[in-house]
T-cell receptor, first 117, second 113 residues
């Protein structure tokens, strides 16, 4: 069965600190996609990144970076020099690409990040 | 370029009533997925529509039904509302291949009293 675990329920940091959000996934398939979404207080889920299982390159986008390690089934997300506007709930999600089950995202429970001034 | 839009923003219904939520996908997208998000939880997949057909369904009862129109917009219908149906209902649009990212609308907050 597929599963996504975000062990950190809540994280609180002070502005300008670096923070890493953990994501561990379970799947029996060799082909899958991983996603991170941000959900600010307004409620709208904002797509941040997609990574497929064959691409283990880490990615950096501005203050955001992602570390994908298949050996540990982890897809961690780091925010460098955090800002108050980064305060949100962050979700990690998994989509398998196998027959009959390739249409839905499996979500973690989310990590609520509070960045304090 | 309009993103995903949903209506209404908020809705209050009474137990036993029926509700219809609406979604217009992002321009160029042909697939619509619906999710239910209870407070403090991650989104739960309800179903997905492509080419006006339900392609996959999550673990939701038949009280939850949907429709997709030729212009790709979609409706989610919930019959015989229960208190437990109170949640944020999110619509996401994407292109059909499974690996593409989904873009979410702002959601409809449904409260059942």
């Amino acid at each position: 069965a597929q599963k996504v675990t975000q062990a950190q329920t809540e994280i609180s940091v002070v502005e300008k600190e670096d923070v890493t959000l953990d994501c561990v996934y379970e799947t029996r398939d060799t082909t899958y996609y991983l996603f991170w979404y941000k959900q600010p207080p307004s409620g709208e889920l904002v797509f941040l990144i997609r990574r497929n299982s064959f691409d283990e390159q880490n990615e950096i986008s501005g203050r955001y970076s992602w570390n994908f390690q298949k050996s540990t089934s982890s897809f961690n997300f780091t925010i460098t020099a955090s800002q108050v506007v980064d305060s949100a709930v962050y979700f990690c999600a998994l989509r398998d690409v196998n027959a009959g089950n390739n249409r839905k995202l499996i979500w973690g429970l989310g990590t609520s990040l509070a960045v304090n001034p | 370029d309009a993103g995903v839009t949903q209506s209404p923003t908020h809705l209050i219904k009474t137990r036993g009533q029926q509700v219809t939520l609406r979604c217009s996908p992002k321009s160029g997208h042909d697939t619509v997925s619906w999710y239910q998000q209870a407070l403090g939880q991650g989104p739960q997949f309800i179903f997905q529509y492509y080419e006006e057909e339900e392609r996959q369904r999550g673990n939701f009862p038949d009280r939850f039904s949907g429709h997709q129109f030729p212009n790709y917009s979609s409706e989610l219908n919930v019959n015989a509302l229960l208190l437990g149906d109170s949640a944020l209902y999110l619509c996401a649009s994407s292109l059909y291949p499974p690996g593409t990212e989904q873009y979410f609308g702002p959601g409809t907050r449904l409260t059942v009293t």
